[in-house]
């Protein structure tokens, strides 16, 4: 959990002790740039803050040191500037604009319906595990070939949810493989994945004339598609084997969870507010609403509501806590067959640009908000107690209590994506708008075609988005994950300083030291597995921004090209299979399969070796040393 004082024990404090030993000249400025990278690394790992906070705060000690090291060195003025802009330069590269640009385009996409139309339809007749699983990857690896990945999974999850209770399959049986597949198929061109736009940026800005040209649209799919073919091989026929029969929570479980509650004649509670009760206290329940046969209502606010005899009251909750509403003087049940429809679980997931992020359920007035209430939070396997104080996370499932109306309402919330749904409406059914689908596939064809750059063509698109804001009954701006472009630009910054600081010279001189001089395979494959393993340990576009000087260094010190290295780094750094922090995606199925880190591990880490292994092998027959 993101606390302050672990932000000052992982970050702030070892920062300021790094800034004050290399001010006392106890350290070189390489080896303090290696070792705020280092610090990075570990507050990452720890998750002391949001991987922004980390990159940017390590970052902002690197700057801070440059102009230390630049004053004491007797630069002018005009030269620490420049420095400065330099290892500023990643936030106003080309490739963060590109990025952010693609957000505005995948929500678009989303927004039109053509994902939840896909979703919908792919698993319709299907009854058998394993050719659902071979229908799903072909669907969703071409989606995460041009498009971001998280709305991809995020409409996929409630169908794969919703088709596997009705045909009495486990989803998780199903959910983990959906996001391998969507991993993979990002990886074949240019745009599927962040980290392949991070590559193609470093390779423009080297200066190294064999990368200068960075990558084409289709420059990674000869070996990516290798990389994809075994892997669905793998996923299909052995790790849906190793994944367990989990049940997660489903519309029918919360129907057991509401009960109503009346008022008797003679009651202790008549004539008192809620929130004189020991209604409200009563752990695992929360008070839905409340009402009285005048017809007066209440749905927020209910801690002031006047008991009155007669007043019906419905509670929500885990069916073991129901017994002791039982007890309760004065409260008698009420038979909920006339309207169980009244109220049905949703499961929401907090996507990775939610406004929620940070802030708390009473912060947020979740049910004044949303008209729902909250049940339970959950994140990954773990319930956690104090929900209502708790701040929420990128990939937390809230399980909630409400009307049928709900859906309608916060489909296209940015603020959540509702992974269970109800039953399937005429309207969800219809063909959605095409114009989305065509303004993703010219704005991939363009650049493909060498006609325009793909930051250009990027803008474009989503700027034809933005303007038809009002067809899509969403911004699609609100899509834009600031979190990600700030872990981009700060990263893009380290390894900047990691490359004029000479820090990644001394760590490729320290690699090459490991291999023979004679033996760039070898190099290629352990430069793979570096990359792969940071990928795993932080966030993938952080690490292959840093590992990208050092495996350049690698190739210039082993005197071969670099091309089929920084190839090696595109595919590694999209790797990430064997945890469920490695990838964004892959947290977002922990919950709603109610998995555990030991499934990512059985599953996931063949599949990376895989992955790593068959890129070693091919890359060489593509791009020569």
């Known amino acids: 959990m993101n606390k302050p004082g672990g932000i000052c024990t992982y970050l702030i404090v070892p920062g300021m002790i790094l800034i004050a030993m290399f001010t006392l000249d106890l350290f070189s400025f390489a080896t303090f740039t290696m070792l705020l990278t280092g610090l990075m690394f570990l507050s990452i790992f720890k998750d002391v803050a949001q991987p922004s906070i980390c990159a940017g705060g390590s970052f902002t000690f690197l700057l801070l040191g440059s102009v230390i090291y630049d004053k004491e060195h007797g630069l002018t003025s005009e030269q620490v500037l420049e420095n400065s802009r330099q290892l500023l330069s990643g936030f106003s590269s080309p490739t963060l604009i590109t990025v ?15 994902l939840e139309y896909a979703s919908q339809k792919i698993l319709n007749n299907e009854t058998n595990e394993k050719k659902a699983a071979l229908r799903i990857a072909c669907v969703v690896t071409p989606l995460s070939a041009f498009m971001n990945n998280t709305p991809v999974v995020a409409m996929f999850i409630p169908a794969i949810k919703r ?44 200066g190294i004339p064999a990368l200068e040209e960075g990558l084409g649209m289709f420059t990674l799919s000869p070996v990516a598609l290798f990389c994809l073919a075994l892997g669905i091989i793998w996923i299909i026929f052995f790790a849906i084997k190793l994944l367990p029969k989990n049940n997660s929570h489903d519309s029918e479980q919360i129907r057991t969870y509401i009960m109503k509650m009346k008022v008797s004649p003679v009651s202790p509670v008549d004539g008192k507010r809620v929130k004189e009760t020991n209604l409200q206290k009563i752990d695992g329940l929360v008070i839905m609403s409340a009402s009285r046969p005048s017809g007066n209502t209440a749905n927020t606010n ?8 007669g007043d019906i009251l419905t509670f929500s909750g885990e069916k073991s806590h129901m017994d002791e509403l039982q007890d309760i003087p004065g409260l008698v049940p009420v038979d909920l067959d006339a309207d169980s429809e009244e109220y049905q679980l949703y499961e929401l997931l907090i996507p990775q640009n939610s406004a929620l992020t940070g802030k708390s359920i009473e912060q947020i007035w979740f049910r004044q908000r949303y008209m729902a209430a909250v049940l339970s939070l959950h994140r990954g396997s773990q319930e956690i107690d104090n929900f209502f104080s708790t701040s929420l996370k990128t990939s937390d499932t809230l399980l909630i209590a409400a009307r049928p109306t709900f859906v309608e309402f916060w489909k296209n919330s940015s603020d959540f994506t509702i992974l269970s749904e109800i039953e399937e ?31 250009t063509s990027a803008l474009t698109a989503a700027l034809l988005m933005i303007a038809l804001e009002k067809d899509l009954q969403v911004s699609p701006l609100k899509s834009v994950d600031l979190n990600i472009l700030v872990v981009i630009g700060a990263a893009l910054g380290l390894s900047v300083g990691l490359e ?3 820090a990644a010279a001394q760590i490729a001189h320290g690699l090459t030291f490991l291999i023979p001089a004679d033996n760039p395979h070898l190099a290629l494959l352990l430069c793979c597995l570096l990359t792969w393993f940071l990928t795993e340990l932080i966030t993938n576009t952080a690490a292959v921004a840093l590992t990208f000087p050092i495996v350049v260094d690698v190739a210039n010190s082993m005197t071969v090209s670099p091309l089929p290295f920084v190839i090696g780094l595109a595919i590694a750094g999209s790797a990430s299979f064997a945890t469920p922090i490695g990838y964004q995606t892959n947290m977002m199925v922990y919950a709603p399969g109610n998995y555990k880190f030991s499934d990512y591990l059985k599953s996931g880490l063949p599949l990376s070796l895989i992955v790593i292994a068959c890129s070693a092998i091919i890359i060489p027959l593509f791009f020569k040393f």
């Open 163 to 206: 088709w596997a209770n009705q045909h009495k399959i486990s989803p998780s049986r199903l959910l983990l493989p959906m996001v391998f597949f969507t991993t993979l198929g990002g990886m074949c061109t240019l745009i599927g994945t962040s980290t392949n736009l991070i590559v193609h940026g470093k390779m423009r800005r080297s």
């Open 425 to 455: 409406t005429e309207e969800k059914k219809s063909r959605p708008p095409l114009y989305p689908i065509l303004i993703t596939a010219i704005m991939s064809a363009l650049p493909a075609l060498g006609i325009i750059n793909i930051m």
């Open 302 to 309: 209910i801690r002031n509501w006047i008991l009155l005899s």
């Open 500 to 502: 004029s600081s000479g």
């Open 100 to 114: 952010g640009a693609l957000f505005v385009v995948a929500e678009g996409v989303r927004c039109s319906g053509w």
